[in-house]
């Protein structure tokens, strides 16, 4: 999944301008901890972040990470 966290800010970072800001949905968080990198890592992206998942025990573990 590190791969995939990876590729994931690549290709956003290569794909999207430098003054363009994107709005992210994911509907399956799990963790969230691809989201948290993204923040972290390329946070000049981003408008807006909309996240969510059917699980109750992925959005709980989402909030505590």
């Not at 949905?25 to 996240?51: A, N, Q």
Request: contains cysteine; charged residues 30%; proline residues 2%.
């Amino acid at each position: 999944m590190k791969l995939n966290r990876d590729l994931t800010i690549l290709i956003i970072k290569s794909y999207f301008t430098h003054k363009e800001k994107i709005v992210f949905c994911d509907g399956l968080i799990g963790s969230g901890i691809r989201e948290i990198r993204l923040l972290k890592t390329i946070p000049e992206k981003f408008e807006k972040m909309y996240l969510g998942d059917i699980s109750k025990t992925s959005v709980k573990n989402f909030k505590k990470n």
